[in-house]
């Protein structure tokens, strides 16, 4: 029975988890981004549902590529990594141990923002194919002349983006751990539901503020969009995928949105990611709720460049510490 109940419990919340994840992107962009702009905006489901769809049925190109395969299995592998990051998030799976760990979370995050480094460094073209001129942002065909693509240039910020703009989210996830003297997410469950939600302390609400920063950040959302560099004619790491590969993109963003929110709703309200418990629906609501937060942040926000992200990033960090200190005290 126990066993039953965990199978159920696990793929249901998966499948849930799935669901609502593709409308998230529809719900950021009509009810909040379009309101704003005072238009009428695409359909809930068109980001999330529609466009994959459609991306499915288009012709798949052969990028230009060193490694073509792997390059194109980057977004699926990508996606693979958040829901094993869920998987790790729901109570029947804490017998794992070390795996439903903050250290194995922090990795899981970690290697899903490594895939956008590879994403940029494999892709040698424009739009997927050849064009009648060099794809290079600098450099010539001379001796010793350093040369860089493109894609390249996407690499670098991706690097940017782990090296020093993911800070926040990981500081504010050890707000939690420094709160319970604990890295299982088991005990950061069970602290709560004995001493009540981290979030209504004041180390907890400075936490939840740098986690939601950092929300903002790793889903390259402006103003925090380094990754995708438009001002500089460059989409991203991602500006080569094309057909079902791109569909992956959309799919794998929108489950993002909801794993990030069901992390905070464990770490900060104690609230693990469980179907069958009744209390899921909170995390339901923090999973609705932030993607509307943000949608109103970026809409009034500028475009940030490095002179005003770094700065930003490390102000924001600081007040992690600062909660992390709160806590200990």
Sequence with gaps: MDLTYSIIAIIGTLVVAFIISLF???IERKFIHARIQQRVGPPI??????????????????????????????????????????????P?????????????????????????????SLSKSVLSVRMPFPDRAKGAAHPNMPRTFFEELSSLRAFRLIAFGSFPVYIAIFVAVAMTGSIYLSDIVAYQQTHGPI????????????????????????????????????????????AKYRAYV??????LMFVLASLFATLFLGIAPNILNPSFIITIIVALLFPM?????????????????????TGVSILGVLAIVAALL
């Design 24 to 26: 998230l992107p529809g």
């Design 45 to 90: 489901t068109s980001p999330g549902i529609m466009a994959p769809i459609k991306f499915f049925f288009k012709q798949t190109i052969d990028p230009q590529s060193p490694m073509p395969r792997l390059y194109n299995a980057l977004p699926l592998i990508s996606l693979i990594i958040i829901v094993i990051l869920l998987l790790f998030l729901i």
């Design 92 to 120: 029947q799976m804490y017998f794992l141990g070390a795996l439903t760990s903050i250290i194995a979370i922090v990795g899981l995050l970690k290697v899903e923002e490594i895939m956008y480094m590879f994403m940029g």
């Design 199 to 242: 979030l209504f302390t004041v180390a907890g609400a400075m936490g939840a503020i740098v986690f939601f920063i950092g929300y903002m950040i790793l889903l390259n959302e402006y103003p925090f969009a380094i990754l995708k560099g438009k001002p500089d004619v460059v989409e991203g790491p991602y500006l080569e995928y094309a």
């Design 250 to 255: 959309y799919i794998t963003r929108g489950f």
């Design 293 to 313: 937060i943000m949608a109103v942040m970026s809409a009034f926000s500028p475009i940030f460049t490095y002179k005003q992200f770094y700065p930003t990033v």
